[in-house]
């Protein structure tokens, strides 16, 4: 393999005469081998972002088991590429703090190959045909499953997929299809009547279903009406599940992650993980946060945590509105493209205050969905309301470091609340660069202002951690740092209103996705930059994100990701 490189096999003096042949885009030629301290790999010869402001970049680095023990240039590196260490001239691949996803869906990401993807697809016609292709594959009364449509990008007609479109093809099967944004859905007749719902079904607190207009459900559902749905699709088995999270750790890695935050984890899977875990099978780390549904658990078991911190399982997902897109997330003022405000209760006020205040008794973490800004408010009500219900003296840790998820419109106000409660926003760049195709209808000029506001948090000090919400999207950093700093579509162009000046410099997106999400997850002392005694995770790419033109970082590659010391991706 290209990475067992053969200098490996020269004794320490064969290593000295190649010294003297070095070019110089190799050790420095002078250097010399004063000692052999131990190491089990370096890298050298390149460029090393390290997202540590108090050395930024370096020419090598050394790691000795899982940790990193040297941070330096190439002729300091000498005294450790000796011995038995693996030693990797990494000439023309630029090497950065392993990057974090700060808000995924590992087993999510894991079942994309499984399903029907409908990601990508241009027009509603080609949508509706692929799922009519995939269906005839499905068996008699089985279930037909798949996600990823999104009308925003159709080129023919740009409206929500409804029963009509699907019950012709479907009539003897029941199909549940969320949309890319994953909170909302495609159900047809088949599983309207499997659930029971009529034209008499009243909307669930928190959902909806969207009517023709006699009153019937039309197909298209929206938040805790989803639930009904996935109440009665027959359970995955845990070997499926398992292997779905193997898969997406896999897949992590294999585009760059080093870490994934996973928002929202049912219990069954914190079992599998650490199963996974113990037979050293995780190709990332993952830092988690339990489904509010099962809170009562998570407060009675606390944090659970590996050794070698691969697993941290320490937060509360909570869900309180919509998305954008869908008109569901919660707005002051009503949509400018329709008569309502979106809705919210997901998750109730009086269900989560004392979630809220347990919490802060046992050092959880809480993470709120929260995306319109009469949630963002409401939220930060309820989170302020909590921190002086509990007195200080009975907090478990001083700092809780409480999070908002999505958090997409935030008036000035409101980011200013977010500094005074030191509440950290979790985004997704990609989000804004997709979304920002609809939301001048959805929101108007003003509210355009202070939507996805970027900079507008880093000149307040806060720091934004990034991530991508895979599968909601593609989950690829590459597409995560180009949104960040371009704020455009993939294509290079942007629109009226998408408000260029929110996008943020180079530097800050970096820390988007290494050293801030660390601090979010309580792990800065451990992880998130490449310092001497901090684990050893590192993602290397063939260009200089730092320097390249913005599209150059579309097309660059992945060539290795390295995790805890251990290659768990190589191109």
Request: with cysteine; glycine share 8%; charged share 25%.
């Amino acid at each position: 393999m290209l990475i067992k490189n053969n200098l490996k096999l020269l004794s320490v003096l064969g290593f000295s005469l190649m010294l003297v042949s070095c070019t110089k885009n190799d050790v420095n030629a002078s250097a010399t081998l004063s000692e052999c301290i131990r190491a089990d790999m370096v890298l050298y010869n390149t460029k090393i972002y390290t997202a540590n402001d108090a050395q930024w970049t370096a020419e090598a680095t050394a790691v000795l088991g899982d940790k990193i023990i040297f941070v330096g240039t190439n002729a300091e590196a000498v005294n450790y590429m000796c011995g038995g260490a693996q030693i990797m001239n990494m000439a023309g691949k630029y090497v950065y703090a392993g990057f974090t996803d700060s808000h995924q869906h590992v087993e999510g990401v894991g079942q994309r190959p499984k399903t029907l993807s409908l990601f990508g697809i241009k027009s509603l016609k080609e949508t509706v045909d692929a799922i009519k292709a995939f269906s005839i594959k499905v068996p008699v009364n089985e279930w037909v499953q798949g996600r990823g449509w999104i009308e925003r990008e159709w080129i023919d007609e740009q409206r929500f997929l409804s029963k009509h479109d699907v019950d012709p093809f479907t009539s003897d099967k029941p199909l549940f299809m969320p949309r890319a944004d994953g909170v909302s859905a495609l159900v047809n007749s088949k599983a309207l009547e499997l659930a029971g719902i009529t034209k008499d079904s009243p909307d669930p607190v928190g959902g909806k279903f969207e009517r023709n207009a006699d009153g019937t459900p039309n197909g298209y559902i929206l938040a805790s009406a989803m639930d009904i749905f996935r109440d009665i699709i027959p359970p995955k088995t845990r070997e499926y599940k398992k292997d779905s999270l193997v898969q997406g750790m896999y897949e992590n890695a294999k585009v760059g992650w080093t870490n994934t935050q996973d928002a929202g984890m049912p219990y069954v899977n914190v079992e599998i993980i650490k199963e996974i875990h113990a037979e050293g099978n995780m190709s990332t780390r993952i830092y988690a946060a339990a489904n509010v549904i099962e809170a009562a658990t998570m407060l009675k078991r606390g944090r659970e945590t590996t050794p070698d911190n691969m697993f941290d399982l320490r937060g509360i997902k909570v869900y309180i509105d919509g998305t954008l897109g869908s008109r569901g997330a919660a707005l002051l003022e009503n949509y400018t493209d329709a008569q309502h405000n979106g809705f919210m209760n997901r998750t109730t006020k009086d269900d989560l205050d004392p979630i809220l205040r347990e919490a802060l008794r046992n050092g959880i973490q809480i993470q709120t969905h929260v995306i319109g800004d009469r949630a963002v408010r409401s939220v930060l009500d309820w989170y302020e309301e909590a921190f002086n219900a509990v007195p200080k003296s009975e907090w478990a840790v001083a700092d809780p470091r409480w999070r908002l998820e999505h958090v997409q419109i935030i008036p000035a106000q409101d980011q200013a609340r977010l500094v005074s409660l030191g509440i950290l926003p979790s985004m997704q760049p990609s989000h804004g660069i997709g979304d920002l195709n609809f939301a001048p209808d959805r929101l108007g000029p003003d509210r355009l202002g202070y939507a996805y506001p970027w900079q507008q948090l880093v000149d307040r000090g806060l720091m934004i951690l990034g991530g991508s919400d895979a599968p909601v999207e593609l989950g690829d950093p590459r597409i995560e740092f180009y949104a960040a700093i371009a704020r455009k579509r993939l294509d290079g162009t942007s629109g009226e209103g998408w408000h260029p000046e929110l996008a943020v410099n180079r530097e800050t997106a970096l820390k988007m996705f290494t050293i801030w999400p660390a601090y979010g997850a309580f792990q800065e002392d451990i992880r998130g930059s490449v310092e001497v005694g901090k684990y050893a995770d590192f993602t290397i790419f063939d260009r200089d994100w730092l320097t390249v033109p913005e599209a150059d970082i579309l097309t660059s590659e992945n060539l290795m990701t390295i995790v805890g010391g251990k290659i768990t991706y190589q191109k």
